[in-house]
T-cell receptor
């Protein structure tokens, strides 16, 4: 169990640029989640995958955000035309199929939009 | 929509003493799960303890225990024999049974004084 891996750890970009983050979940976990955490707040749910299917998306996820998990393994989160309000920590988590399974979080990708 | 409230932005405790972190939630559902997560500085979020709503017995994990009051919609975390390594942000979280989204509170920053 190598844990949930997220890359990059930090990303600084200029407003209007596109950015993409990657998440590698724990290998036997078929569920994958993206959350966003702003300073001093708890994480907010963005989206959820079961295998390759994106089953739920938050209304927080505007049209500029897209997430994929093409082969049911790693996932990418892309933000197009970044805005300063997108600056946050983006957390990925994975879990096994049981409803009672806890989420295992990665270290996150900190995005700063200048 | 469910909400989770942590009314204590910061708490501090002397090493080896006991501290209780508060959490209340709002839901109209009867079947759900509750969690406490710990987020140390610059480190990943990890599960501390979890509780199934249909279980009356309070969950315990070593020095960590909860006081689950379903009627009052309260889920407090008690940390006994506090250790320096317990210093972190603590988040209370709610999940509906059958749903995947975790709803987090705002967090409580716990400081351990040596």
């Amino acid at each position: 169990d190598t844990g949930v891996s997220q890359n990059p750890r930090h990303k600084i970009t200029k407003r209007g640029q596109n950015v993409t983050f990657r998440c590698d979940p724990i290998s036997e976990h078929n569920r994958l989640y993206w959350y966003r955490q702003t300073l001093g707040q708890g994480p907010e749910f963005l989206t959820y995958f079961q295998n390759e299917a994106q089953l739920e998306k938050s209304r927080l996820l505007s049209d500029r955000f897209s997430a994929e998990r093409p082969k049911g393994s790693f996932s990418t989160l892309e933000i197009q035309r970044t805005e300063q309000g997108d600056s946050a920590m983006y957390l990925c988590a994975s879990s096994s199929p049981s409803d009672y399974s806890p989420l295992h979080f990665g270290n996150g990708t900190r995005l700063t939009v200048t | 929509a469910q909400t989770v409230t942590q009314s204590q932005p910061e708490m501090s405790v002397q090493e080896a003493e006991t501290v209780t972190l508060s959490c209340t939630y709002d839901t109209s559902e009867s079947d759900y799960y509750l969690f406490w997560y710990k987020q140390p500085p610059s480190r990943q979020m990890i599960l501390v303890i979890r509780q199934e709503a249909y279980k009356q017995q309070n969950a315990t994990e070593n020095r960590f225990s909860v006081n689950f009051q379903k009627a009052a919609k309260s889920f407090s975390l008690k940390i006994s024999d506090s250790q320096l390594g317990d210093a972190a942000m603590y988040f209370c979280a709610y999940r509906s049974a059958g749903a995947q989204k975790l709803v987090f509170g705002q967090g409580t920053r716990l400081t351990i004084n040596p």
